[in-house]
């Protein structure tokens, strides 16, 4: 994987900040690869694989499941895809799962997109999604915040150290949020 150099994007922002429904914007206009981390491992779930009951519990709680089973996913979903641009949507979500995915894959992110939205607007959006998700629910939901804040901001705040971080106001409707996108991934003149 490594010697392919692809090209990878990280997608951050809490629980229902609208990351998939981005990406598949991105997808439409920019040809990325669009991998969500969390729908590979509910994929996992229904595949009956021997680790879909941990990965179940894990998502039930809201807890971040171990770098090596979401990396492996990814890697194989990489590999498989043919593509070498890539949106890696909902991870890294701790310093462990970023400092893994380097030291594995030898890859540094070209930039971090982060969808930045105010917890109301979020849980709003989680409780009238209505996909049967089993984390969808307000015991989860909150759960998912404390993640989010105590794990995953430090990710975030890693990259905005390297300067790595386009922030996007995400409480805003799906058009206008994906205006503010399309500015950060069209190249600009020189
Ligand atoms: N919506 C979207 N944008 C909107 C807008 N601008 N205005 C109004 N409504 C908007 O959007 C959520 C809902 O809001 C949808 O109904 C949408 O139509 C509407 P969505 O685009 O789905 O938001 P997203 O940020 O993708 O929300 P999601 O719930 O997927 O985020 P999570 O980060 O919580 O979920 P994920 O699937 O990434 O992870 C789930 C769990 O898997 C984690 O909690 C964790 O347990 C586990 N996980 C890991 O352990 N490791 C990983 O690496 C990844 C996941
Ligand atoms: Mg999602």
Same mark, same amino acid.
Not at 1 to 8: I, S, Y
Not at 180 to 188: D, E, I, L, Q, R
């Given at each position: 994987?490594?010697?392919?150099?692809?090209?990878?994007?990280?997608?951050?922002?809490?629980?229902?900040?609208?990351?998939?429904?981005?990406?598949?914007?991105?997808?439409?206009?920019?040809?990325?690869?669009?991998?969500?981390?969390?729908?590979?491992?509910?994929?996992?779930?229904?595949?009956?694989?021997?680790?879909?009951?941990?990965?179940?519990?894990?998502?039930?709680?809201?807890?971040?499941?171990?770098?090596?089973?979401?990396?492996?996913?990814?890697?194989?979903?990489?590999? @498989?895809?043919?593509?070498? /641009?890539?949106?890696?949507?909902?991870?890294?979500?701790?310093?462990?799962?970023?400092?893994? *995915? #380097? !030291?594995?894959?030898?890859?540094?992110?070209?930039?971090?997109?982060?969808?930045?939205?105010?917890?109301?607007?979020?849980?709003?959006?989680?409780?009238?999604?209505?996909?049967?998700?089993?984390?969808?629910?307000?015991?989860?939901?909150?759960?998912?915040?404390?993640?989010?804040?105590?794990?995953?901001?430090?990710?975030? @705040?890693?990259?905005?150290? /390297?300067?790595?971080?386009?922030?996007?106001?995400?409480?805003?409707?799906?058009?206008?949020? *994906? #205006? !503010?996108?399309?500015?950060?991934?069209?190249?600009?003149?020189?």
């Amino acid at each position: 994987l490594a010697e392919k150099k692809p090209r990878v994007v990280f997608v951050l922002g809490g629980p229902g900040s609208g990351k998939g429904t981005q990406c598949a914007n991105i997808v439409e206009h920019f040809h990325y690869t669009h991998l969500s981390a969390g729908d590979l491992l509910r994929a996992e779930i229904k595949s009956g694989s021997e680790n879909g009951t941990m990965i179940q519990n894990m998502i039930k709680e809201g807890k971040i499941v171990p770098s090596e089973v979401t990396i492996k996913l990814l890697e194989k979903a990489m590999l @498989e895809s043919g593509n070498d /641009k890539f949106l890696i949507d909902g991870f890294p979500r701790n310093e462990e799962n970023r400092a893994a *995915f #380097e !030291a594995v894959t030898k890859i540094e992110p070209e930039f971090v997109l982060f969808f930045n939205c105010p917890e109301e607007e979020m849980e709003k959006r989680l409780l009238s999604r209505n996909q049967g998700r089993e984390d969808d629910n307000i015991e989860t939901i909150r759960k998912r915040f404390k993640v989010f804040l105590d794990s995953s901001l430090p990710v975030i @705040e890693y990259y905005k150290a /390297k300067g790595k971080v386009r922030e996007i106001e995400a409480a805003k409707p799906i058009g206008e949020v *994906f #205006e !503010a996108v399309k500015v950060v991934f069209t190249p600009k003149a020189e």
